[in-house]
T-cell receptor, first 113, second 115 residues
Framework: SQQGEEDPQALSIQEGENATMNCSYKTSINNLQWYRQNSGRGLVHLILIRSNEREKHSGRLRVTLDTSKKSSSLLITASRAADTASYFC?????????????FGKGTMLLVSP | NAGVMQNPRHLVRRRGQEARLRCSPMKGHSHVYWYRQLPEEGLKFMVY????????ESGMPKERFSAEFPKEGPSILRIQQVVRGDSAAYFCASSPRGHLTYEQYFGPGTRLTVT
């Protein structure tokens, strides 16, 4: 079954606006990661947030984690056309003891100039 | 420091043929993961390997699929007797440790098309 589910499936905004994507998961995690995938390319790691952290920043990115609701959000501020991509959240399986990841289906973000 | 390298980038096979996908992890990384991505889908974990060992192959189909990561050389994902449903993008990732707190670095992927 799907561990991470992103919402919305697709998001279209204008340059300069903020973009918010959400991720919900089902089982306990050790950490949650966000990745970006440009069309036809591999994934690029954006940010990792641990289960004992509530918020993390990296440049224009802000990630929150609410373990009680089993959800995370990714906020991209002052978006640019170059931010157009698919964004995936990925969770680990702490019971396994190692870092295989389970990905959601992703949110497709389109930023128009 | 070169990133994760995969080849070929695109592979076309007829039904029944074999597909071999190669992955060279980042320098210093001894943990390799293979994922499959179908169109409009997220990545699905297939197999996790360390040098000469398969740690977890729970995501890999029991038949026709195999993976190895030899002491020397790249990791290989092998698909025998390919079928149309094997058409997908296959990504490999590597990490310096298998521990939960380490991010994974992804290669550009191999796009397999079965005709």
């Amino acid at each position: 079954s799907q561990q991470g589910e992103e919402d919305p499936q697709a998001l279209s905004i204008q340059e300069g606006e903020n973009a918010t994507m959400n991720c919900s998961y089902k089982t306990s995690i050790n950490n949650l990661q966000w990745y970006r995938q440009n069309s036809g390319r591999g994934l690029v790691h954006l940010i990792l947030i641990r289960s004992n952290e509530r918020e993390k920043h990296s440049g224009r990115l802000r990630v929150t984690l609410d373990t009680s609701k089993k959800s995370s959000s990714l906020l991209i501020t002052a978006s640019r056309a170059a931010d157009t991509a698919s964004y995936f959240c990925a969770t680990d399986a702490p019971d396994s003891g190692y870092s295989t990841l389970t990905f959601g289906k992703g949110t497709m973000l389109l930023v128009s100039p | 420091n070169a990133g994760v390298m995969q080849n070929p980038r695109h592979l076309v096979r007829r039904r029944g043929q074999e597909a071999r996908l190669r992955c060279s992890p980042m320098k210093g990384h001894s943990h390799v993961y293979w994922y499959r991505q179908l169109p409009e889908e997220g990545l699905k974990f297939m197999v996790y390997l360390q040098k000469e060992n398969i740690i977890d192959e729970s995501g890999m189909p029991k038949e026709r699929f195999s993976a190895e990561f030899p002491k020397e050389g790249p990791s290989i994902l092998r698909i025998q007797q390919v079928v149309r449903g094997d058409s997908a993008a296959y990504f490999c990732a590597s990490s310096p440790r298998g521990h939960l707190t380490y991010e994974q670095y992804f290669g550009p992927g191999t796009r397999l098309t079965v005709t």
